[in-house]
């Protein structure tokens, strides 16, 4: 789930980024785009360290 909400988030950054680059009309400003892009490194971040848990408790270590 979390993997998931990371890339939907890194999409909007994207789209964002693209649209600034290539139409001159991006619809979030500077704080709006690093605001974005660090929630998508943080749910990213949740995700993989819930992934590593769930193998090191499938694990036993």
């Known amino acids: 789930m979390y993997l998931a909400a990371s ?8 789209a964002n ?3 600034g680059a290539f ?3 991006a619809f979030l400003g ?3 785009e690093m605001l974005v892009l660090f929630a998508a490194s943080i749910l990213f971040v949740v995700a ?3 992934r590593e848990a769930d ?6 270590s």
């Open 23 to 25: 139409a001159g009309s």
């Open 48 to 50: 993989i360290l819930k």
């Open 17 to 19: 980024v693209a649209l």
């Open 30 to 32: 500077d704080v709006g």
């Open 55 to 60: 193998r090191n408790a499938k694990d036993g």
């Open 7 to 14: 890339i939907v988030v890194f999409v909007i950054y994207f």
